[in-house]
């Protein structure tokens, strides 16, 4: 149907854009702000791994639907070599620019690149999760060091995914100055404004709707543990393995603080501390010294050197070799997780120390210290 | 005649059916014998209670130092240490029924906290004092 705009030539209606492309797109576009906005804080890890796997369904969605799905979202039809891109970008300055009314060369190149980017940060996100927190489908397959190794990776490729959108962004708004169309609304109805009849492409809703329920089913599937959580039982969304305890530890241990788990320091810490168990923290604890044997093999054999979590790994690498930290909140590792919390923090009526673990973490008892388990009041 | 026994034994052995209080009191009493046996005269609520609420001033910290600054004013209220902030059960017995159970668990706190609180371990005339204020919470 042609209708007419302000200079009376004829314009037609042109829907490019299937439902399923529109919504893979803002999907998309969600999970990687959602991503970026939960990274770098350990409350939040179960959200980014959450967003994550979308973010690598979509992707693989949007693989499947590159070959199956319409015209304009058809890789076949997006693949233009270099030559075809050198010579769209060269001439979009000119009057000589070329239209499409799919995507142009520069689009689909960065489609590609935002696909291809997109499935290495996706995978090496599994595997920091795998090798650093060992959670996940590939858990216990990799370990610490190389899931450190992962999340560089992770992070580096996270960047330059940054960089791409930022590309993509501006091409999008350049583009659509130059060939006066909303590129941005266009990906929103699926209509692109032509001179010329063409051919739509089909709506595909019910693609799109299964989707959406696809999306919703698994989000309420990952979450659902919120929902039955009470204060007195958290929902821990991540659950560590079962560290070793001892008794005679647990009782002598746990009554004025909690009792810290071995794998929290190193053992010439652990030495130190129970050598100088007269003086500790201005208390004296006057244990006898066959108990003193006991909780020192125990502390020796179960130090952080031993490394059964990421947190115990983490502690025994970065304290200097140099220093016997007394403390596990004097640990450089400890000191960098909580540095940015606010001052104010640890002077609520609840918390009082920073060795009052337990006052935010859930599995603080257990010495797990997993991601989400822990929260400010 | 025979159900009449069977009674008279049941109400006999229903101090065992709850092993906690007897316990509670057999180890304050077995402490307060042995405190006698080292000097100390008669044991009073009130004393205990004097020392319990005694401000004390640490030398080093010049902080004022109490028992409850622990275990708060109210025994049947769970405490919080004062350092650490870890919740700390009440002392009372009546409410906490593993308080004041156990001879080698209250020889260990009293030695601990009497040397934190007032610098020095306690007399035993002190000691039997508080048990005796203690157990009346």
């Not at chain 1, 969605?61 to 890789?75: E, K, P, Y």
């Not at chain 1, 659509?176 to 739509?200: D, Y």
């Not at chain 1, 969304?237 to 810290?260: I, K, M, R």
């Amino acid at each position: 149907m042609p209708s007419s705009n302000h200079l009376s030539a004829p314009v037609y209606r042109v829907r490019v854009w299937d439902l399923p492309t529109r919504w893979f797109h803002w999907l998309l576009a969600s999970a990687v702000l959602a991503a970026w906005l939960s990274q770098g804080d350990s409350r939040y890890v179960d959200i980014h791994v959450f967003v994550g796997y979308l973010f690598f369904g979509l992707l693989v969605f949007r693989l499947v639907w590159g070959i199956v799905g319409t015209q304009h979202a058809c890789f076949r039809n997006l693949a233009f070599g270099g030559h075809a891109l050198w010579r769209y970008l060269i001439t979009l300055p000119t009057k000589q620019r070329q239209h499409f009314l799919g995507h142009n060369p520069a689009g689909s190149w960065a489609i590609f690149g935002i696909l291809g980017l997109g499935l290495v940060i996706a995978v090496s996100g599994i595997l920091t999760l795998g090798g650093e927190n060992q959670q996940g489908p590939v858990a216990g397959i990799f370990n610490f060091a190389q899931g450190e190794t992962f999340h560089l990776v992770h992070k580096v490729t996270a960047w330059i995914m940054l960089a791409l959108i930022a590309v993509h962004i501006s091409g999008v708004i350049i583009a659509s100055v130059l060939h006066r169309e909303n590129l941005i609304r266009a990906m929103v109805t699926g209509v692109k404004q032509c001179p010329t009849e063409q051919i739509s492409v089909a709506s595909q809703a019910p693609v799109a709707l299964v989707l959406l329920v696809v999306v919703i089913i698994s989000a309420g599937g990952y979450f659902r543990g919120y929902l039955t959580a009470t204060p007195d039982q958290p929902y821990l969304p991540f659950v560590g393995t079962t560290l070793p305890s001892n008794a005679l530890w647990q009782e002598e241990c746990d009554d004025c603080h909690l009792a810290y788990h071995p794998s929290l320091l190193p053992k010439r810490s652990w030495e130190k501390l129970l050598a100088t168990q007269q003086e500790h923290f201005e208390e004296n604890l006057g244990l006898a010294p066959e108990m003193i044997a006991t909780l020192r093999t125990f502390a020796l054999n179960q130090s952080a050197e031993t490394a059964p979590t990421k947190t115990a790994w983490k502690i025994y690498r970065t304290t200097p070799a140099s220093e016997s930290p007394l403390r596990i909140t004097e640990t450089p590792y400890w000191q960098q997780r909580h540095q940015r919390l606010p001052e104010e923090v640890w002077k609520h009526s609840e918390v009082k120390s920073k060795a009052n673990c337990d006052a935010c973490h859930f599995d603080a008892p257990q010495g797990t210290f997993e991601a989400s388990a822990m929260m400010v009041k | 005649m025979q159900k009449k026994h069977l009674v008279i034994a049941g109400i006999a052995l229903l101090p065992l059916v709850n092993p906690p209080l007897v316990y509670a009191t057999t180890a304050v009493e077995q402490l307060l014998v042995e405190y006698r046996s080292q000097g100390a005269t008669e044991f009073t609520v009130e004393a205990g209670k004097e020392l319990f609420f005694k401000e004390f001033v640490d030398a080093k910290s010049t902080q004022v130092r109490q028992c409850t600054t622990c275990h708060t004013d109210d025994l049947r209220q769970p405490g919080k240490h004062a350092k650490t902030g870890k919740r700390i059960d009440p002392l009372a017995p009546s409410v906490n029924p593993k308080s004041l159970m156990e001879i080698k668990n209250i020889n260990k706190w009293l030695k601990r906290n009497c040397e934190w609180t007032i610098g020095r371990e306690c007399t035993a005339q002190e000691k039997g004092d508080v048990l005796t204020f203690m157990q009346s919470q």
